[in-house]
Structures are given as C-alpha cells and as structure tokens.
C-alpha cells in the first residue's frame, strides 16, 4: 500500500467507543498497519473511568481523577451516567441509593443530575454528562492519531430503546462528534472475534456473557448470512436478559464482609460494629483491598490475607480458590438464572429450538475461572477468552468503523472472513525450530495432535510458545502467544509423554492443549488466530517463505540434528562408561571414534548451523546408531544376569 493512500485513510478517521457503565474505551482499525484494532490512550490499559467531578467553580475533571475523588466528593462526582440515561425519573428510582449524588426530575419527567457549585445549583442531563466522557474519549484519539476526529461508531447494550439509543446519538452530538451507527455491545464482541458467515445458507448462534463491575447483559444473537434479498450479513437479537445490579462489585463486599467479621471476632467486638459504621476511606481502603485478593485468586490457587490491626495486632488468614468458589457460587448462579431465561425467551423467537454455537466473553469479572468454568458448563461450549475481555466491545467497534470507512472495508472484511487457516499454525521444538501442526489452507474448524517429549533431563516445566508462519525458525514466525505446562515430575529427557493438541473452531478461534500423559498435568491458551492478519500480510509472509524455503529447511534439519544426536551422544556415552569393562577393545575404540565424530557435529553446528553438511551429519549419527546396537545388546543381556528374575 501507497503512502499517499496510507494518508488518505487518516483525513477523516471513525473511531470506535465503548461507552460503558463503569469505564470506556476509543479503539481505532488503522488500514496502513494490518494490525487490526487497538485501543488507543495511555493511561494504563486504555480504559477510563466513566466519571465526571464538577468542581466548585464549575470546572469539570472527567476519568481517572475524577473516579480517584468519588469518596472525597461523592455528591459532585457523577458516576455510572449510563443507567441515567433516556430515562425518566421514575424508571432509575430503584437505582438512586447506589448513587452518591443527586437526581432529580427535569421537564417531560426526565432524569436530571443536581450539582451545587460556589455560583450555585447546576443541572445536567445525561446526555451532557455523557458527552464530557465522549469529548475526552475524542480528545484522546486525536492525540493518538494527530488528526482531528469527528466520527465514530458507539456501543449500547442490546436492551437499550430507542429513547435511550437516541439519547447516546445525542450526547455524541454534544462532544462534536456525529454516531454513524450505534452498534450493540454484544455484537461488537462478537464482531471482534472476527465471527462471520461461512456461506448463504448457515446461521450461527452466539450467546454473549458480559459479566462487569457493577451490571450483567446475557445476549444471544443469530447471525443471518447475506442472500439476495439482503447482501450483508447481519446479527439478530434472539433475546437478552441480565441484572443490573450483578457484577464484581458484588464480591469485593463479600470479601470484604468476611474479613470485617473475622476482624471483629478476633478483636472481641460486637458484629453489628463492621462494615457499615467505619469512615469512608477505610471502606474504600478494604474494597480496594478485596479487590486485591480477588484478582490474585483469578490466577493463584490461593492466596495470604494480611492487615495490621495496630496495637501489635494482626489479622492474618489465608483464601483457597475453593474457599472463594464456595463463597460467590451463589453469585455465579444469579448469572445463569437469567442465561436460562434468555435462551428460553430465545428458543421462543427461534421457533423452538436453539443451539449455542459459540459463547463470548465480556466484562472484567469473566477473567474468574469458576465464571468460565460455569458458563462453559451451561452452554456446553469452550468460551471465548483469548481477548482481553475489557478491550473486546471496543475493538468491534473499531472494526465496524473501519468497515464503514470504506477504503479499508473490502480489504478489512477480506482479512476477516477465514474459511481456511491462512498461514500455518504451530509450536516451538528444541533448539528454536518449528512444528507445524496445522499447515496453511486447511480449512476450518481443524484438529491436530503431535506428541513430544522433553529434552533436558529432570525438566518440570515446559514453555510451549505457539506461532504462525510459514518459516521453519520460530524467530522468523509471528509469536501468538506462550504458555507454561508446570509442575511434571522429574524425569530423564525423553521419557515425559507431551501431547499437545491444536483444535480452530469455525471462527478461527485457537484453542491449545498441553497434557503430559504419564502426570496428567495440563494447561491450555486461546488465541485468535487471523488476528490483525489482511491480505497484504498474508501474502508477503508466504512470498518470504518460498524466497527463504531452502535455507529453512536446511536450518530445521540441522537444529533437529542436533537435538536428537545430542541425546544419542548422551545415551550412548554413558552405556559405554558402564559397561566398558564388558567390551572388547576394538569395539570401544569404535564406538568413541564415532563418538567424537558426532561430538564435532554438534559442536560445530551449534555454533553456526551453516558450517555443517547435514547429510554428513545425518550420516554420522546413522553409523553411531548402528555401531551402538550391540552395545544395546550387552546393555540388556546385563540387566538380565542382574535382575534374573524378570
Ligand atoms: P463494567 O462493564 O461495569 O464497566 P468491567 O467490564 O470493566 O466493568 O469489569 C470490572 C470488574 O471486573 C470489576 O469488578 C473488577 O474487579 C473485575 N475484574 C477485573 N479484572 C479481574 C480479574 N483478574 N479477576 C477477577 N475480577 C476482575
Ligand atoms: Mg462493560
């Protein structure tokens, strides 16, 4: 691609944004990268508080400082806007005790936020406050991009009306910026994992698990391929469900109640003296705290509680992963009321029957393993993970603009729509070669397995990186993502059975499996294997690949060379140290002459593996091999006489 078109797609740019409950996100499809989309901003993982503070001259602060005074400040710090808005006074009333500030009835009954300043009493609607967080979205990508932005595609939740549709257009047009399109959030998730149609005839079923802070969304959607009547292919609402009042908030004040009682047992007090009656930064302080322990047991099987009581007291505990499954299985279960309510509202508008042929993951929460384990469960399908889930609305949205744009469209849904594996897909050996497990233009969903074994003696961990390329050196191949299989039992080189397993579903979704047979120890990764991958891409890696084809292999044959010769060498060596005194003196003579041959092999390919012939490698080890036999065979003969009795 041209730099002057390369430009041209840069002079006016849709952006995409996530306008969420608790934090929201700009992402953008830059078409000259190939990168697909990412989310653009700074400030530490790109989300921001959706937070405004209205200071007392009037003055707004909107984001992260505004989120960090909400305690500070609780009735002049406006948070969650979105359940405000296009709302009437009387449908929010059951969601004013969460909120610290004011709200009340404006003209029509409209929801209105009361503020008092040094000047005097200030209303806002939704919209305005809104608008504040989607001008410093705007301002954001600007800066980002270094071009002005006055477009953008915005996400809703399915369940929003047309009141409160139009209030977000609104509140777009406030910030300067024209909405395009209001996209739902469930679709953009889906949209994000690049799920499309296969052909005209098949529809596909996608339940959308969107478990946040402080709310929960199940959508489940049909995606309707194209037909003559209709040229693009579009996602059907079958039906939501949800709560709004469910989310990781609810398990931090779990925690948190666990620990104030034991706290107030140990300290001899009376049990009504917790949560509710200490000041507002120490309650803040134990959230924040929770919190803490929350995410350490998403990745940890457990984890140690500690507070200093003062007085040389001190409050210590330790939280299994099976205790705090115990603790929030309630919880979890709140969520799959309402998944069982939306797919029976959704096998009513499907016409009795439904099945789920993937599920996505969305919200911050769904990084709980029991949440995935659970909606796996009800399902009866491998979630989505592989994007981070915090990221993954605001990535369709970037995506659907980027479709919008046009320009990049074809290319962008070209890259999108894999049929096939269009690069191959595989794992790292010893010594930095390539396995390829998957080879490109396979079509999906596709499976493969390939065993291995280890080849450092006594090796407990085993690092499998997975990749894609068409080279045969892992450095020249795309790194998709790493994983650890921990905790193997000792064992010599070898003799560990790993089987690792590589299964693309329909969407090109990756799931990779590592299971060490003889232990049982397993571990797995998702990945999205098209990711950010156009067209372009595609075809410069594989024009590469024919260019370097000769030299690879040459490269992958020497480096598995030198791993299966150097356990050879090791096998061999050590045979002849032990039963040395059994040998004739030819024979050893032999044997270590053909040794050391092999040993200058690998030494001398180790250092640069062009300096070697590899067929007479290949040769070198072969004439070891064959010399050992009857090394072999004194080897048993031995552990016989020792051992008569097998
Ligand atoms: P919302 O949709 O309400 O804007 P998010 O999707 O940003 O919320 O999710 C925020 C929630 O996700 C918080 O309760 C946070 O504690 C929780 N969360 C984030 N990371 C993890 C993690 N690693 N383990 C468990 N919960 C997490
Ligand atoms: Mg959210």
Redesign the pocket.
Known sequence: MSDSQSLASLVDPIIGIDL????SLVAFVDARGGQGARVLGDEGEG?MP?VVRVELDGSVVVGQSAADGMVEFPDRTINSVKRLMGRSLSDVSADLKYLGYEVISGEHDTAKVRVMTDAGERLFSPEEVSAMILGALKERAEKALGVEVSKAVVTVPAYFDDAQRQATRNAGRLAGLEVVRIVNEPTAAALAYGIRSRDEKSSQTIAVY??????FDISILKLIPGDEHNATEFFQVLATAGDTHL???D??HMLVELFVGEIAQQLGLQAENSFGSFDASTKRALIEFA?GV??K???DNATTVSIDLGDGKNYERSISRVEFEAMIEGWVDRSMAACDRAMRDAKKSNGGEIVIDSVVM????T??PFVRTKVGAFFGVEPYTAID??RVVAMGAALQAGIIAGGLAGEQSDALLLDVIPLSLGIETAGGAVAKLIMRNTTVPARAVERFSTSVDGQVNVKIQVVQGEREMVADCRLLGVFDLRGIPPMPAGVPKLVVEFLVDANGVLNVAAVEERSGKRAAIQIVANHGLTRDEVDRIEAESFKHARDDMTQHQVVDLITNSSLDYKWISDRLTKLSALLEDDYRDELRSKLDVLKGFITKAKLDWRSVEPNAFHAAKEELDHSSMRLQEIGIAESLRNDPGR
């Open positions: 969420g409950t608790t934090n989300l959706s969107d478990l946040g802070g402080g709310t989310g990781g908030d398990v931090d919190r929350k995410h047991l998403s990745t969305v919200g911050g929460s990084r709980i889930p915090d």
